[in-house]
């Protein structure tokens, strides 16, 4: 369970976006932050090493762009590492359509993980990279 003061700080945080996130939506936040920090001491996903760095370099940083985007809109997230920025849009804005591509396989893996451990519907990561002509079709 995310620390009292952290999970203030990324309620207050999302809703100076314009987002209201319900217990549930924290419960969510929080078992994405734990399983980043297990994975973290194997694979290096993200330099931010603290609940508090990760709510407000990656969560954060992620939703800030929510109140620009329109409620229904696919969207290609490139060289997205540990999710960031699809995976928190996806859980704050769930019409998105989303497609995470990153070249590290370990980083995918992960992608994958988070999203079948937050049963997210919508989104898909893919290994690759974008200038490869094999991504670029299933992209199309």
Do not use: C
Request: no cysteine.
């Amino acid at each position: 369970m995310m620390e009292t003061e952290n999970k203030r700080l990324l309620i207050e945080g999302a809703k100076a976006f314009g987002i209201h996130l319900d217990e549930k939506a924290v419960e969510t936040f929080s078992l994405f932050l734990r399983e980043l920090l297990k994975w973290n001491q194997r694979i290096n996903l993200t330099a931010a090493k603290t609940e508090e760095g990760i709510i407000l370099k990656h969560f954060l940083d992620s939703i800030s762009v929510h109140p620009y985007l329109p409620e229904y809109s696919p969207i290609l997230d490139i060289g997205s590492g540990a999710g960031f920025p699809g995976i928190p849009l996806k859980m704050v804005k769930p019409s998105l359509e989303i497609t995470l591509i990153d070249s590290v396989l370990k980083k995918v893996d992960f992608q994958k993980h988070i999203i079948r451990m937050l049963g997210l519907k919508g989104i898909e990561a893919i290994h690759g990279r974008a200038q490869d002509k094999e991504i670029r079709q299933t992209m199309a």
